[in-house]
């Protein structure tokens, strides 16, 4: 045998020896703490689950804003004629408690309405197409000094680089002018269907001013005995919340329509009436409408008064706005709408990215309704009382019954 079979074993190298020429105690495992693995395979299938539920929930908004997509044609003129009877439903309930009949009480109201809004046109477009020549010559006169100082000095431009400008707008206009053209014809077709809404919308107020308090019980008949009283809560505190908002949306509409088109007066400026209506009826969009009224006033008096006017103008515009969001709104909306300035501002976006102008309008209320419903769901959940109910439970619907209907009606 050779030495290395019969010398003695050492230890093997590479491993580390002690002072002594033992070998070191290799080092120790870290013990894993006892059910770790049943815990995190519990974890996961929870994350799981909840992802689940979040992929069902997003199908399921989705799939409902698909169908209100589809249906938008007949939701909205029922839309627009709940609002207009949050308008109109003080005067008519006025007058059925003074013992007129519910259809006359409801034609009587709806006929001052539309005679109400036929004078304010009267009295809005005459003036508008009046000075509407005066303000064109104006704004003519307008673009002529701003050629002048372009071609002036500091900038120094050229008469042939501003024609060559006005030259490639034309020639885009030019270029575009079949689209321009479908996009007349799909304005005609919009006011067509304005006007259809328009005169369903009408309708569809007349008969729920007529038939008002017996559209909730009927509604929460349709649903079954756990889910009516739930639907007669909702139904109440929404309609509560949609004649606050129109109510405070109106009066703050009023307010800076009267103070603006006061400044307008006192500096001549032109198309106060017009200007202060367009005010008050963008209030109905907060934020959002009260900017582009502003800025709409700004610029007329910009034309016709020239720039230290429109500052003016500009600084009153700014103060009025600075009131409102500071004290009406504060004062006015107390325990109401409570939806955060952000939250409005993001519902207007989206409202205007979704359905133009009608959007902007409709998109406060829709999320007042969905902020309704959400607090409702978790009062409810949380068993807190309601405003209404302190010991926290709900009241049952009222019974739409034959002769409490009868009653309702002569009442």
């Not at 929404?238 to 606050?244: A, D, I, P």
């Not at 603006?260 to 209506?277: D, M, Q």
Request: proline share 8%; aromatic share 8%; with cysteine.
């Amino acid at each position: 045998m050779s030495q290395e079979e019969d010398g003695p074993r050492g230890p093997a190298a590479g491993t580390p020896t002690s002072g002594t020429g033992a070998p070191a105690a290799a080092p120790p495992v870290p013990a894993l703490p006892p059910g770790r693995g049943p815990r995190v395979r519990a974890a996961i299938r929870r994350v799981a689950v909840v992802a689940a539920q979040l992929i069902v929930i997003a199908a399921a908004l989705v799939g409902l804003g698909y169908l209100l997509g589809r249906l938008w044609v007949v939701l909205f003129p029922v839309v627009l004629g709940l609002l207009l009877t949050t308008v109109l439903w003080p005067t008519v309930r006025f007058l059925r408690a003074h013992r007129w009949p519910p259809a006359l009480a409801a034609a009587t109201v709806l006929l001052a309405f539309l005679a109400l809004l036929t004078a304010l046109g009267i009295l809005v477009v005459p003036p508008v197409v009046g000075q509407i020549g005066e303000l064109t010559d104006q704004a003519t006169a307008g673009l002529e000094q701003v050629r002048k100082w372009l071609t002036g000095p500091p900038l120094n431009l050229g008469e042939d680089q501003i024609g060559e400008t006005i030259d490639n707008v034309f020639s885009a206009l030019q270029s575009n002018a079949q689209n321009i053209a479908g996009y007349v014809l799909t304005w005609a077709t919009s006011v067509g269907s304005g006007v259809v809404n328009a005169v369903l919308a009408l309708v569809l107020c007349f008969f729920f001013l007529k038939d008002g308090p017996r559209w909730v019980p009927w509604l929460a008949a349709q649903t079954g005995p756990r889910a009516a009283v739930h639907v007669a809560q909702l139904s109440d505190r929404s309609w509560r919340t949609l004649s606050e908002f129109i109510r405070q949306q109106a009066l703050v509409g009023f307010i800076d329509a009267f103070f603006i088109g006061i400044g307008l007066w006192a500096f001549g400026v032109p198309l106060v009436l017009p200007l202060a209506v367009l005010t008050f009826f963008a209030a109905f969009i907060p934020i959002i409408g009260a900017f582009v009224a502003g800025a709409f006033a700004v610029l007329i008096a910009l034309v016709d008064r020239g720039p230290t006017t429109a500052l003016i103008i500009l600084g009153i515009v700014v103060a009025v706005q600075q009131v409102e969001g500071n004290v009406l709104q504060p004062l006015l909306q107390g325990r109401g709408l409570s939806l955060h300035p952000a939250v409005v501002i993001l519902a207007v976006a989206a409202g205007s990215s979704l359905a133009g102008i009608t959007g902007a309008f409709l998109a406060v209320p829709v999320a007042a309704i969905v902020a309704v419903a959400y607090r409702y769901a978790r009062d409810h959940l949380d068993n807190h009382s309601s405003a209404a109910d302190p010991a926290g439970a709900p009241e049952p619907p009222p019974v739409a019954s034959a002769p409490a209907r009868e009653a309702d009606d002569r009442g």
